[in-house]
T-cell receptor
Framework: GAVVSQHPSRVICKSGTSVKIECRSL??????MFWYRQFPKQSLMLMAT?????????EQGVEKDKFLINHASLTLSTLTVTSAHPEDSSFYIC?????????????FGPGTRLTVL | GENVEQHPSTLSVQEGDSAVIKCTYS??????FPWYKQELGKGPQLIID?????GEKKDQRIAVTLNKTAKHFSLHITETQPEDSAVYFC?????????????FGGGTRVLVKP
């Protein structure tokens, strides 16, 4: 497997503020990371694909100006929720794809619970 | 794009019995099919996966089967234990050139009764 960490694990913020979530690959270099959002009792929905050194690719319907993604190194990707509102409250999970191999395995972080008041 | 259907949405079994979860996918180009277990408040954990060049794969009490012709794959858990209680997700992925994005099924909430 792979070891993936996220920070913070839980955050509560006021409406209108911005929140940054970090995703780290601890035991290998990840050229590609993915960001998902999961609402209660629902499946994981891919928000964007984060590629090291290039702009993220966003899924249809995901506002790139609201969900800023930065993948500045092979071990760190960040998701910033700008001007958060209560409807942004969700469980945000990142995953990492192992290296540049043809394998498809994705390993997930522990998730970040965002609550916007 | 890819569409993955998962059934059942909930599954209650007696400890020691077997549990079977089934998924169907729509994109015949998909070639990688992982299964994830997600416990409450945690991220999904990869428990087993299968590629399109294999029909069956087993790891201790867990097995996965794949029928490419019918475009469906299944997860089998034998001798279930209370710690198997969780939400299980199937997923499908196309080859690397297509970005390796995973498309998830809707999830199955498994409850193992002691």
């Amino acid at each position: 497997g792979a070891v993936v960490s996220q920070h913070p694990s839980r955050v509560i913020c006021k409406s209108g503020t911005s929140v940054k979530i970090e995703c780290r690959s601890l035991d290998f270099q990840a050229t590609t990371m993915f960001w998902y959002r999961q609402f209660p009792k629902q499946s994981l929905m891919l928000m964007a694909t984060s590629n090291e050194g290039s702009k993220a690719t966003y899924e249809q319907g995901v506002e790139k100006d609201k969900f800023l993604i930065n993948h500045a190194s092979l071990t760190l990707s960040t998701l910033t929720v700008t001007s958060a509102h209560p409807e942004d409250s969700s469980f945000y999970i990142c995953s990492v794809k192992r290296g540049r191999a043809l394998h498809n395995e994705q390993f997930f972080g522990p998730g970040t619970r965002l609550t916007v008041l | 794009g890819e569409n993955v259907e998962q059934h059942p949405s909930t599954l209650s079994v007696q400890e020691g019995d077997s549990a079977v979860i089934k998924c169907t996918y729509s994109d015949s180009a998909s070639n990688y099919f992982p299964w994830y277990k997600q416990e409450l408040g945690k991220g999904p954990q990869l428990i087993i996966d299968i590629r399109s060049n294999v029909g069956e794969k087993k790891d201790q009490r867990i097995a996965v089967t794949l029928n490419k012709t019918a475009k469906h794959f299944s997860l089998h858990i034998t001798e279930t234990q209370p710690e198997d209680s969780a939400v299980y997700f199937c997923a499908a992925s196309r080859p690397q050139a297509a970005g390796n994005k995973l498309t998830f099924g809707g999830g199955t909430r498994v409850l193992v009764k002691p």
